[in-house]
């Protein structure tokens, strides 16, 4: 099935940096989503995109639905112990029923 | 509001016995989706159903069958487990009605283990 090239696969940084990750398609979507992973958890839902070139914030969380509407990015800022886990990002076309996932960014954290 | 609630949460069989995975939402959504996910692999759709009564196949429909048993309820049937089955397995659901957007709210997981 069609997948999204998300990266990098995993980091390792130190506490208080920024972390930025993509993803990209060979197709076009109309919605961009970023969850997060905790260690034993489902995905939570972080951020929802809608619109091409839209940029949209939820805390130190910044994520942007790029403009060729074949690509995302998010950006963390001043990362802290509890940003670890997993980040996926998904995809959607206009109306389908179905998500497009990411295979996941994890990220770890060296305080 | 609850979300999305599994259960169990753990469960450990043994190849050829048969167990349903049970999902409820309390979101009144349309629709709903079970997935799983292994290591390295991501998510994986098994089966969704985009309204009561339907239910259509994912990308790894083999082993599993599902029943939409009404709008809050949509459960995982394996008939015959079997080691390859092991694997976190998630329940999500999805608002299709006007307003609602693509996200898919999910379920905190069930840990099954085939031995």
């Known amino acids: 099935g069609q997948q999204l090239n998300q990266s990098p696969q995993s980091m390792f940084i130190q506490e208080g940096e920024d972390v930025s990750m993509n993803c990209t398609s060979s197709?076009?979507?109309?919605?961009w989503l970023w969850y997060k992973q905790d260690p034993g958890e489902g995905p939570v839902l972080l951020i929802a995109l809608y619109k091409a070139g839209e940029l949209t914030s939820n805390g130190r969380l910044t994520a942007q639905f790029g403009i060729t509407r074949k690509d995302s990015f998010l950006n963390i800022s001043a990362s802290i112990p509890s940003d670890v886990g997993i980040y996926f990002c998904a995809g959607a076309i206009q109306g389908a029923q179905k998500l497009v996932f990411g295979q996941g960014t994890r990220l770890t954290i060296n305080p | 509001n609850a979300g999305v609630t599994q259960t169990p949460k753990f469960q450990v069989l043994k190849t050829g016995q048969s167990m349903t995975l049970q999902c409820a939402q309390d979101?009144?959504?349309?629709?709903m989706y079970w997935y799983r996910q292994d290591p390295g692999m991501g998510l994986r759709l098994i089966y969704y159903?985009?309204?009561?009564?339907?239910?259509d196949k994912g990308e790894v429909p083999n082993g599993y069958n599902v029943s939409r048993l009404n709008k809050r309820e949509f459960s995982l049937r394996l008939e015959s487990a079997a080691p390859s089955q092991t694997s976190v397995y998630f329940c999500?659901?999805?608002?299709?009605?006007?307003?609602?957007?693509?996200?898919?709210?999910f379920g905190p997981g069930t840990r099954l283990t085939v031995l």
């Open positions: 197709s076009i979507f109309n919605t």
């Open positions: 999500a659901s999805r608002n299709l009605l006007a307003g609602g957007g693509n996200e898919q709210f």
């Open positions: 979101m009144n959504h349309n629709s």
């Open positions: 159903s985009a309204s009561e009564g339907t239910t």
